[in-house]
């Protein structure tokens, strides 16, 4: 049968999706949670790892050398960097880099989606009331990289910590890659400081930092239902997407076109 391979970094993202899923089967890959489903002809394979590119480039490796993908789906969270993305918009990502000491490194295009299954998403979107938008998913290995986020001047970037990682092992053996990431929080709204890069971002890397950062600024822990009824909100709002999305991809179609390696 032939595969299409899920990369997901967090427990709400992976079990969210899972409750659509109504027969599957947990699974080990070395030291990293798998689950194995059948979606129509395809065999699905979901990879949890952790909020960490190299860990996603890991997990990412490990699960291409086992089932050879036609596909890998990168979902999750992302923090936005302009104001007119809101909280609870979807961003598609058409390329990916990463942040390293404040310089952004090896660009690498992301699958361009084929008008009919675009269209779809489109739709599938607007009937739920949510935007959708293709952006840049920029990739960052911890908070210090978080600092000049005012100087991007990528087409709707988004801040997160796995797509590059699951770019560079799918890039090296011409595996398309499509990344969703939903919106939980906007740095040019609320600034660095807020509940989403305290956990997402500093307590990954330095949980000290995390714990002095909460108690400096206490006021944000009066966030903390906030911080996860929007991040359930949105894992929702992901898991119904990419459950629809899979439903679409895995139905055989002709591709008529000249970069096809490069499309879903």
Known sequence: MKTIGLIASGNIEVFTLLRYIPVKKKLKLNEFDAYYF?????????????????????????????????????????????????????????????????????YIGLSAIPS?????????LVENKKRIFLGTIITVN??????????????????EMETHGVAQAAYRRRIPIFSLRGITHNLAIEGNVNLHTIFDYTWQ????????????????????????????????????????????????????????????
Request: aromatic share 12%.
């Open 38 to 106: 059948k979606n129509n002809s395809y065999e699905i394979f979901l990879v949890k790892c952790d909020k960490q590119l190299a860990s996603a480039r890991l997990a990412t490796s490990m699960l291409i050398d086992k089932i050879s993908p036609l596909l890998i789906v990168s979902f999750g969270f992302g923090g936005a960097v302009e104001e007119d993305i809101h909280v609870g918009d979807i961003v598609c990502g058409n390329s990916t880099t990463m942040i390293e000491n404040g310089v952004f490194e090896q």
């Open 116 to 124: 009919d299954i675009r269209n779809f998403i489109f739709d599938l």
């Open 142 to 159: 911890g908070e210090q990289d978080l600092l000049d986020y005012t100087k991007i001047r990528f087409n709707h970037p988004v801040l």
């Open 205 to 264: 890397y330095d949980k000290s930092k995390a714990m002095r950062k909460l108690m400096t600024h206490p006021w944000a822990l009066f966030k903390l239902v906030g911080f996860y009824k929007t991040k359930y909100n949105q894992a929702n709002q992901m898991a119904s997407t990419i459950y629809s999305l899979l439903q679409v991809l895995s139905l055989d179609y002709d591709t008529n076109s000249e970069d096809a390696d490069y499309r879903i």
